[in-house]
């Protein structure tokens, strides 16, 4: 089964030397090449349930033909794993929010050139947990650096590629930040309340200012109708999926449990 939809938009200013560079190691992906893949992007504050819903979606998407791999930022590369050792890492309490940025932007370009920008081109479904939206959440608005060098980073960093939609899950703040305590929260994770309070508020802005792309998502209390939910932001981009009925039950939700 053929997917047809245009999966990669150009930024309006591309990085002008990548247009006709080649796909190889080192060089940048073509700002605006053209693309068969779809590309979705899920972001949200901690403990949102981004990777079980994610893994629901791949399940609802590949029952119905098609091809679909799943990626996280930061990492989803060999490289981009130990970047994201180091971004993690509670003791790094010494680096600069600019060292922080460009790490993030550093496993992003790796993951789109090496991963992201292939899999696309060769009509594939590509599902990432997180992407340049968290830069802005994060880096830019709980941060403090200012927005347009963080915009300017991201450029770099995706190579132009923006997602085909971004789903933003939404839940209560403090919630989130408890989950991650029980396993130990992360360099991040460690932040106060008020600057996860930030990126929450971040995420919702972009889903006003961008509506077509970014949609939000509250959560519900069962994770089937989560999936529900978003799928309802999703089936236009997959024909072959909308509208077709697709059941969660505890079996699937068990045998995701077990993939992440
Ligand atoms: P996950 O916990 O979703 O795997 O993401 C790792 C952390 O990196 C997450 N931390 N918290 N809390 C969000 C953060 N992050 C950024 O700060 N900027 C980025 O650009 C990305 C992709 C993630």
Do not use: W
């Not at 060999?78 to 060292?99: C, D, F, K």
């Not at 370009?109 to 990432?128: D, E, M, N, Y």
């Not at 899950?169 to 919630?175: A, M």
């Amino acid at each position: 089964m053929a997917v047809t939809s245009m999966a990669v938009t150009s930024m309006t200013e591309p990085i002008k030397t990548n247009e006709t560079s080649k796909q190889t190691t080192g060089t940048a992906v073509p700002a605006h090449q053209e693309s068969k893949g779809i590309f979705v992007t899920f972001e949200g504050g901690e403990g949102v349930g981004k990777s079980t819903q994610i893994q629901l979606l791949k399940a609802r998407l590949k029952a119905f033909g098609y091809d679909v791999i799943t990626l996280r930022e930061p990492g989803g590369t060999q490289i981009g794993e130990q970047i994201r050792t180091i971004l993690l890492e509670p003791t790094n309490t010494a680096m600069s929010a600019v060292t922080e940025l460009l790490l993030y932007e550093a496993a992003r370009a790796q993951l789109v050139q090496q991963v992201i920008a292939p899999h696309l081109q060769s009509g594939k479904v590509v599902l990432c947990d997180r992407f340049s939206d968290s830069t802005l959440a994060y880096q830019a608005a709980a941060r403090g650096l200012d927005i347009n060098m963080v915009r300017s980073a991201n450029a770099l960093g995706t190579g132009g590629l923006t997602p085909s939609r971004t789903i933003v899950l939404s839940h209560d703040v403090k919630l989130g930040l408890a989950k991650a305590a029980q396993k130990g929260p992360d360099r991040l994770e460690a932040e106060d309340v008020s600057f996860h309070q930030k990126v929450h508020a971040a995420f919702e802005q972009l889903a006003t200012d961008e509506p077509k792309r970014v949609r939000l998502v509250r959560i519900h209390e069962s994770k089937a109708d989560t999936a529900e939910a978003i799928f309802a932001q999703l089936g236009d981009l997959f024909p072959a999926a909308n509208r077709q009925s697709f059941t969660i039950d505890e079996a699937l939700l068990n045998i995701i449990k077990d993939v992440k």
